[in-house]
Structure formats: structure tokens, C-alpha cells
């Protein structure tokens, strides 16, 4: 089965909402990366998580390694933060990713 | 700061044929990754070497080759192309195996006919 499942695989949301995603892992879990994939292919980094929480603007993220999760919340959505959200859970040996949360904002 | 280059950035290739890319980074990172990325997918690990000459094996190391020449540099080869491997190829780079954020190049797009 998937060691990291994202939810959900697609969101659409108004400009100025909020939203969560999650990561659910089935692997032993030491860190957390948040990456946001623009429509090029480029690959931004977003958060690197040991377990517990940091914030950037408004971007919030979570790591709780004892019960195997982690969420990217998204507050006052923009246009430009449309994109699809990858998690990927390390295990001291190399990340392995989720399969992705396509994000729409709409205007 | 640092960057990763990917090369080529287009590859075409036949059915069959042996196909190389190349990935330089000048962070002075030690561990490399090869990820593979299907259309509307997520990135599924090749290959990765925690140092110069070191190759270990990810979760879709067949068909594949790896290279490690030098600290800076990761080749990764298809060792026969098939039609279904249209994908995109993407290197990335941290300062070691444990610690560190992954730094990603911007990818080879492999097209096979």
C-alpha cells in the first residue's frame, strides 16, 4: 500500500477562504517536507518539519510524528496559491512522497 | 545559495535505446536522489547515493542504471526504453541523508516514440 497518503487528491477553493490538507504515513516518519508544484514542474520548497508546528505568512504546517500525520493549513487563499501540494516523509534513508493535492482557487 | 542543473531538459528517444541524463549541483550537497514523475502523479524514488561512488537503490531502481562520478554530479541512465516510460525525470540534493531539506532541479522530460 502507499507509505504516504495525501487528502484530498483535488480541492477547489474561493479566493480568501481557508483550507487543511493532510499526509497520513505508514512509514517510521523522522521529518516532514511540504513542497507546492507549480503548472511548469518546478518543485518549492514550502516547510522542512521535524514534529511539531512552523508558520510562514499564511502558510501554517503540523507534524505530529506520534500519530503518523502531518497538515498544511492555508489561510486567505490567493490566486497564486494554486498549484499541487506534494508531502514527503522521511525516514533517515530517503523521502518517499505522496501523490499530490491539486489546488484550484478560483476568483 | 546553490543550483541544480538537469540535462537535457528534452530527451527523445526510441523504444529500446539506452538514454542518459545528467545532474550537477554546486551546493557541495553529499546525498543525490533520481525521482520519477509520472503525468499527474507523485515522485517515486530511483536511485540515490549518500556520497561520491555510493549507489543504493529506491523504490524503482529497475530498468535503470546510476552513476556517482564526483560529489557534484549523478547520472541516471534507462537502460531500454519502453513506451511507457514518458515521464519526468528530477534530481535533487540535501546535505546529507538525515538532516536537511531536499533541493530539487527542474526536470528532464523523457519522451519515448
Known amino acids: 500500500g502507499d507509505q504516504v497518503k495525501q487528502s484530498p487528491s483535488a480541492l477547489s477553493l474561493q479566493e480568501g477562504t481557508n483550507s487543511a490538507l493532510r499526509c497520513n504515513f505508514s512509514i517510521a516518519t523522522t521529518t516532514v517536507q511540504w513542497f507546492l508544484q507549480n503548472p511548469r514542474g518546478s518543485l518549492m520548497n514550502l516547510f522542512y518539519?521535524?514534529?511539531g508546528t512552523k508558520e510562514n505568512g499564511r502558510l501554517k504546517s503540523t507534524f505530529n510524528s506520534k500519530e503518523s500525520y502531518s497538515t498544511l493549513h492555508i489561510r486567505d487563499a490567493q490566486l497564486e496559491d494554486s498549484g499541487t501540494y506534494f508531502c514527503a516523509a522521511d525516514n533517515n534513508n530517503a523521502p518517499r512522497f505522496g501523490a499530490g493535492t491539486k489546488l484550484t482557487v478560483k476568483p | 545559495g546553490g543550483i541544480i542543473t538537469q540535462t537535457p531538459k528534452f530527451l527523445i528517444g526510441q523504444e529500446g535505446q539506452k538514454l542518459t541524463l545528467k545532474c550537477q549541483q554546486n551546493?557541495?550537497?553529499?546525498?543525490m536522489y533520481w525521482y520519477r514523475q509520472d503525468s499527474g502523479k507523485g515522485l517515486r524514488l530511483i536511485y540515490y547515493s549518500i556520497t561520491e561512488n555510493d549507489l543504493q537503490k529506491g523504490d524503482l531502481s529497475e530498468g535503470y542504471d546510476a552513476s556517482r562520478e564526483k560529489k557534484s554530479s549523478f547520472s541516471l541512465t534507462v537502460t531500454s526504453a519502453q513506451k511507457n516510460e514518458m515521464a519526468v525525470f528530477l534530481c535533487?540534493?540535501?546535505?546529507?541523508?538525515?538532516?536537511?531539506?531536499?533541493?530539487f532541479g527542474e526536470g528532464s522530460k523523457l519522451t519515448v516514440l
Open positions: 518539519l521535524v514534529p
Open positions: 551546493f557541495n550537497h553529499d546525498t
Open positions: 535533487a540534493s540535501r546535505t546529507d541523508t538525515n538532516t536537511g531539506q531536499l533541493y
